[in-house]
């Protein structure tokens, strides 16, 4: 048997949803906000749940998928069983080094595919998972997750770029597009690189080629495109044209040094990014990708827009909170963030059930 079959798949996602639950609770408790003990203990590692668990799970079964092959699956597997290992309250040492062999994983899937295909969005991606491994590592290495940060966003951010370039293959040729975008890339890696040695510069030019690229997917994605549409290609359009807002604003307020440990704007410039772009992408691509995964049938509803809406709201409200100092605010913004997810969760399983019981009329 190559591959695995889609029942075979969800104790994968099971895994990654139980990192996203205690990722969330984690960050709750660095609120200030009363959670349960498992969560409260792990808030340092917030950001490791998050990124490396849940995201290292979902992108990785994603990558498997595509490649067919058994051997892929074993990515989605160490990166879930790593962030079940920091619930648990288990040594960090022993999670950092399932996160490691994840990332080892997803760079030779990555290469597989690359061999397969050598364009520049492959490349993309396999640089991405590049910087997931480099991310991990650093945060082995040093001990100190904040060393890992710009290397996770890079992982999180050229995947996505690396996914939406592709699909710009549909439009008519650019010639401007592909230079411009590989030179966006270079300046994000060449920031995160920096950080190793210079951390405030490194992370100047980091935050300069996040602005470059988000402004670069703006204006050649094919999203501008598809809002015009109508159902789900509007709706993925109009989640994707929202990320690249928050991944352009996050991108300026780390070049006001927001990503800067300890600084007053670094909650807002991270959760811009890892929130606010990233998670609006989750929202526009899930009705895609979970259907491949565990084929199941998401029909499109236009409450598909509520928990985007609820997304957006609670995140400004976030970041308002954190410019204007008002904590309850900003309190209040990480309580709905949470719900804004629960929320997409109860309508991506609502779906489902109404495109069974639509499969058996």
């Known amino acids: 048997m190559q591959d695995l079959r889609p029942p075979a ?64 699956y074993l990515a989605p597997a160490c990166a879930g069983t790593g962030g079940f290992v920091l619930l648990a309250g288990a040594p960090t040492l022993l999670a950092q080094g399932f996160f490691v062999a994840a990332a080892l994983i997803l760079v030779l899937g990555s290469v597989q595919v690359m061999r397969r295909q050598t364009v520049l969005f492959t490349v993309v991606l396999a640089v991405g998972a590049l910087c997931w491994l480099a991310g991990n590592l650093a945060w ?28 710009t293959r549909f439009l008519p040729s650019r010639p401007a597009a592909a230079p411009l975008f590989s030179v966006a890339v270079a300046v994000v890696l060449g920031g995160a690189a920096t950080t190793l ?65 300890g600084a007053a704007m670094r909650d807002a410039a991270l959760h811009a990014i890892a929130l606010g772009f990233v998670f609006a992408m989750v929202f526009g691509h899930a009705p895609i990708i979970f259907p491949a995964i565990a084929r199941v049938k998401l029909p499109y509803h236009p409450v598909f827009y509520l928990p985007l809406a609820a997304l957006h709201v609670s995140l400004a409200a976030r970041i308002a909170g ?15 963030n949470g719900l804004a997810l629960l929320l997409f969760i109860v309508t991506m399983v609502t779906s489902v059930l109404r495109g069974r019981k639509r499969g058996r009329a």
């Open 9 to 72: 798949r969800l104790p994968l996602l099971v895994l990654g949803m139980l990192s996203l639950v205690g990722g969330v609770l984690a960050g709750l408790s660095r609120l200030a906000l009363d959670m349960p003990v498992f969560a409260a203990t792990q808030a340092g590692l917030h950001g490791a749940l998050m990124i490396a668990a849940f995201f290292g799970t979902v992108i990785s079964l994603e990558r498997a998928v595509a490649l067919a092959r058994m051997w892929a």
């Open 140 to 167: 082995l290495i040093e001990n100190n997750v904040q060393a890992a940060v710009p290397w996770w966003l890079g992982f999180l951010v050229l995947t996505i770029a690396g996914e939406r370039l592709e699909l």
């Open 197 to 261: 040695w210079r951390e405030e510069a490194g992370l100047a030019i980091f935050a300069g080629g996040l602005l470059f690229l988000a402004a670069w997917l703006l204006r050649y994605d094919i999203a501008r495109h598809n809002a015009r549409q109508k159902g789900l290609t509007r709706f993925i359009a109009i989640c994707l044209l929202s990320g690249y807002a928050w991944l352009a604003a996050g991108a300026l307020l780390g070049l006001g040094n927001g990503f800067a440990p």
């Open 322 to 336: 954190s410019a204007g100092e008002w904590y309850a605010l900003r309190q209040l913004g990480g309580v709905l």
